[in-house]
């Protein structure tokens, strides 16, 4: 994926999943995904796309939470089982 991938209204389905470890110095390895599914409760603490500052939310487990990330922070993330939409 690309950054002009990164469209307003892009509803299609994903097309991979990966595996994300959280990292608080590395982007994601196949580039910011579409969205992110979040297996067990917690919180995940992520920099968008298009953002340069972290953003924690709380979320509960199953949630699939539908924005374009390009990291998930280790510091502060506590959810577990998170997965990168592509």
Known sequence: MTMTDL???NTAPGRSLRA???NDSADLPDGP???LWVNTSGV???IAAMDDAPVTMT???GALLPVYVRRVL???TTA???LAVY
């Open 20 to 22: 994300v470890t959280p």
């Open 7 to 9: 469209v307003a209204g």
């Open 80 to 82: 577990s089982g998170i």
């Open 44 to 46: 995940v603490s992520v």
């Open 74 to 76: 280790a510091t502060n």
């Open 59 to 61: 979320v509960v487990g």
């Open 33 to 35: 995904c579409r969205a």
